[in-house]
């Protein structure tokens, strides 16, 4: 599984040329999922809370969660002016923080508060789940603002002076430029021409009936099911 989110992550952070894609960052992201929750494990062991056939998906949860958050941090880097990006690298990654440090925490902080009132149930293996999960995704918090975003400075600084992807200590010559295919953003092209098509009156119609039948076939289900059990019954 993590292999093949190595692979995702490596697609959606970098582009298709030599310099501009991301391998290093997109292993240091997840080297930090995975510290994140080796933390948590630990900590909460450590602790006396149970650990159950449940926690088993512990990983893939913080897997979820520290992507999000990579891209989150990524894309607001993206996103800088074409001046912006011709900044001083501290004062970059100064702003990218300030527009993506608030969608972050708020996400962050809302599912910290989520799993700690899911901790207050009175059944012991879904409480200590939840416990498990608030000290991950805090984890995984504290790891993304300091640890992956020095990993992309340095990763970024690397594309500032040409250096190969892989190889780091191969420098490219001044005349490098990438190629026309990476110089689109596929993901905006789909988005936009998906964004055509919904707004497309025939599929207005389609979108506004398609849950009101959705709805009208469950409550047949639920009043087949009602007779079923007066029947059984």
């Known amino acids: 599984v993590f292999a ?26 997840l080297t930090g999922i995975v510290l994140g929750s080796v933390f948590c494990m630990g900590l909460c062991s450590a602790f006396g809370l149970m650990f159950t056939q449940l926690h088993n998906v512990l990983p ?14 990524v894309q607001c880097y993206e996103n800088l002016s074409v001046e912006e990006k011709k900044e001083d ?27 700690a009132l899911g901790a207050t149930t009175v059944i012991p293996a879904l409480r200590s789940f939840c416990l498990f999960c608030s000290v991950g995704i805090l984890a995984i918090f504290i790891y993304t603002l300091t640890f992956f975003t020095a990993c992309m400075v340095l990763d970024q600084k690397r594309i500032d002076e040409r250096r190969d992807g892989c190889f780091c200590c191969w420098r490219h010559g ?8 990476t110089k689109k953003n596929y993901l905006d092209i789909f988005l936009k021409k998906l964004a055509e098509l ?22 047949m289900e639920f009043q087949s099911l009602n007779r079923d059990l007066k029947r059984g019954g």
């Open 4 to 29: 093949i989110m190595f692979v995702y992550v490596l697609i959606m952070l970098g582009k298709f040329n030599c310099v501009e894609h991301r391998v290093w960052l997109s292993l240091a992201g």
């Open 60 to 73: 893939f949860l913080m897997l979820g969660i520290g992507i999000d958050d990579m891209f989150v941090l």
């Open 89 to 115: 690298i501290a004062k970059r990654f100064g702003k990218t923080l300030s527009y993506a440090g608030m969608a972050v925490s708020v996400t962050s902080v809302t599912n910290i508060v989520a799993f």
């Open 174 to 181: 001044e005349s490098w430029t990438p190629n026309k295919w």
């Open 198 to 219: 919904s707004t497309h009156r025939a599929c207005k119609v389609v979108i506004t009936l398609s849950p009101l039948l959705c709805l009208d076939w469950l409550v």
